[in-house]
């Protein structure tokens, strides 16, 4: 077997950990490589990566170990019949990698984010969707808009409180997923027939935008300014 066989499969790699979103090298720890099976491995890897009597790719699984975090990432990748790989899941998923804002988002709004995170992992995304937007009407209930108006009027009342917060940028977005204003309790009026993984991922987006001007931005201006307290005492 010469050196780009052997090179095929990698065995220690580079990217964004969806723990700690570092740039990070990673361990291959499964399949756990060593010196006197690993060319036997590759080898069969090579031979079973195409079934001629299925005519089916065949999949195989990863465990890679960050070396910043030391946390888990699976990985599902498929063979090609003429050769070369792709990644076709991982878990946590990429969905994930800038959604970490505990301790900033109201613990009940934020479970309901992370509920639709996990649905969307799965390609559930109707679900994923319905979630995110009852994250979104608890949020801008939680920030003093009216409970009787629906939800696009909500979004343009939070626009005229805090309008600081709520940009009109993040208003016209909202405006622009049409799923946001589209809630009903039957299915023909809820919106989310025709929802599928651009409109979540869009919706998902959105939300994180949200939540970093309504809640991660104030509280990061906060906690400057009680650091800068003790210095103006001093002068």
């Known amino acids: 077997m010469d050196t780009q066989e052997k090179n095929q499969i990698p065995y220690n790699d580079s990217f964004i950990c969806p723990h700690c979103e570092t740039k990070a090298q990673f361990n291959l720890i499964f399949p756990d490589f060593n010196s006197r099976d690993k060319e036997n491995f590759i080898a069969n890897l090579k031979k079973a990566s195409w079934d001629e009597q299925s005519e089916t790719y065949n999949y195989f699984y990863q465990i890679w170990k960050c070396q910043v975090c030391e946390k888990l990432v699976f990985r599902a990748i498929e063979n090609y019949k003429y050769g070369g790989k792709k990644i076709i899941g991982q878990f946590p998923s990429s969905i994930r990698w800038d959604s970490n804002f505990s301790g900033s988002v109201p613990k009940e709004i934020l479970e309901d984010f992370e ?88 919706v998902i987006d959105f939300l994180k935008s949200y939540f970093h001007y309504v809640y991660v931005m104030p509280q990061k201006v906060a906690n400057a300014r009680l650091k800068q307290k003790p210095q103006e005492k001093e002068e």
């Open 115 to 202: 509920s639709a995170l996990k649905c969307f992992e799965f390609d559930e995304y109707r679900p994923a969707v319905a979630m995110c937007r009852r994250a979104l009407q608890a949020s801008v209930l939680e920030q003093g808009t009216d409970s009787e108006k629906d939800l696009i009027d909500q979004i343009d009342e939070l626009n005229k409180m805090k309008p600081d917060r709520f940009t009109t940028d993040i208003k016209d977005w909202a405006h622009n997923i049409r799923i946001f204003g589209n809630w009903g309790v039957h299915p023909n009026k809820d919106g989310l027939k025709d929802v599928n993984q651009e409109i979540a991922k869009e």
